[in-house]
Nanobody, 128 residues
Framework: QVQLVESGGGLVQPGGSLRLSCLAS????????IGWVRQAPGREREGVACSARSDGMTYYIDSVKGRFTISRDNAKNTVYLQMNNLQPEDTAVYYC?????????????????????WGQGTQVTVSS
């Protein structure tokens, strides 16, 4: 099994930036896809960005394209989410997530990855 620990959340003003980190441990060799999902109060969890090790592809939902960047350091078993120009609608709990299989799903905001394991999450609050 894979264990995921997120860090880097916090309070930021609109237009600001944050970088989330996720350290994976355990059976990381079984992981192909790693990414981030978020859940805002009263809303369903949604995939935000994901990265596939097998082909190097990355995917973002439309609302974060051009503002968020996902990157992974396989040597450190760490994935990052650089979030720029944050807006109040980005406020949510952000979860690191993984999957051993590479499956894409079509959402109203574009393609996203399926996940089967999640961390405990880190709160991101965007407010003035």
């Amino acid at each position: 099994q894979v264990q995921l620990v997120e860090s880097g959340g916090g309070l930021v003003q609109p237009g600001g930036s944050l970088r989330l980190s996720c350290l994976a441990s355990g059976s990381t060799a079984d992981v192909d896809v790693i990414g981030w999902v978020r859940q805002a109060p009263g809303r369903e969890r949604e995939g935000v960005a994901c990265s596939a090790r097998s082909d190097g592809m990355t995917y973002y939902i439309d609302s974060v394209k051009g503002r968020f960047t996902i990157s992974r350091d396989n040597a450190k078993n760490t994935v990052y989410l650089q979030m720029n120009n944050l807006q109040p609608e980005d406020t949510a709990v952000y979860y690191c997530a993984t999957s051993a299989t590479y499956v894409l799903v079509t959402t109203p905001e574009g393609e996203s990855c399926e996940f089967d394991r999640w961390g405990q999450g880190t709160q991101v609050t965007v407010s003035s």
